[in-house]
């Protein structure tokens, strides 16, 4: 069996627009999947929009938001570069991946959901048959895939993502660009909430699949592996 490919896509946005606070990546939601990845030995690529640096929210490197996974590798000086030297999204949308990750943090809510390459990776993936994942903000990425068919990728689809109610628990309601849970409904997708908010949700319609939160980083993690195995 030939080594699977996976594709992980960060931003690279590290401030809001007003300012007022710092964002990034939400470490845990790419820790998680690259641990899951690399204990497989599958081929793994990190890219970003605009290559380089990849900015980590603050937020997600606190005592009680750093889980043993995400402190392993935020202390570990080769992984520490990966971030710092993410690929070019445009240097690797020609290759073939057995899975394409959209990692999430609210600095994606600026880069991801109007990146055309992003949109044509996601879009090639998907009517290939091939996996598509995104987690929390990341699935903002998907919001303006557009089809073959004209129609958009999450229309119809079953799909989670960071909701409305967790933005003003997270204090970032007057932060952010735009309300993440009313543009997926707006798309028509349905939108598959955890009971109870801030809790770990997956979930799966074929090849697409999507975690809620952060709190979801290692569920997602065990979903995506198990269903890229799947004969």
């Not at 697409?208 to 195995?229: C, D, H, Y």
Request: with cysteine; glycine share 8%; charged share 25%.
């Amino acid at each position: 069996m030939s080594m699977l490919k996976i594709l992980i896509i960060v931003t690279n946005i590290g401030m809001y627009a007003s300012g007022n606070h710092q964002t990034g990546l939400w470490l845990s939601e790419l820790t998680h999947i690259y641990d899951a990845a690399k204990e497989k030995g599958y081929e793994i690529t990190i890219a970003s929009p605009r290559g380089g640096n990849i900015p980590v929210d603050p937020e997600s490197l606190k005592h009680f938001t750093l889980d043993k996974i995400s402190e392993k590798y935020w202390n570990e000086n080769s992984f520490r570069d990966l971030l710092a030297n993410s690929e070019l999204l445009t240097d690797v949308a020609q290759q073939d991946y057995d899975l394409v990750y959209l990692a999430g943090g609210h600095g994606t809510m600026y880069d991801f959901p109007d990146d055309s390459t992003l949109q044509s990776i996601v879009k090639h993936q998907f009517e290939n048959g091939k996996k598509v994942a995104a987690i929390c903000h990341g699935v903002g990425g998907l919001l303006n895939v557009k089809l073959s068919n004209g129609e958009y990728l999450i229309t119809g689809k079953s799909m989670t993502g960071f909701d409305w109610f967790e933005e003003s628990l997270a204090r970032r309601k007057r932060e952010v660009p735009f309300n993440l849970e009313a543009a997926i409904k707006e798309r028509g997708a349905n939108l598959k909430k955890a009971f109870i908010p801030m809790t770990s949700n997956v979930v799966v319609d074929k090849n697409l699949i999507t975690g809620q939160n952060p709190f979801s980083s290692k569920e997602m993690a065990k979903v995506v592996i198990r269903e890229l195995e799947k004969k």
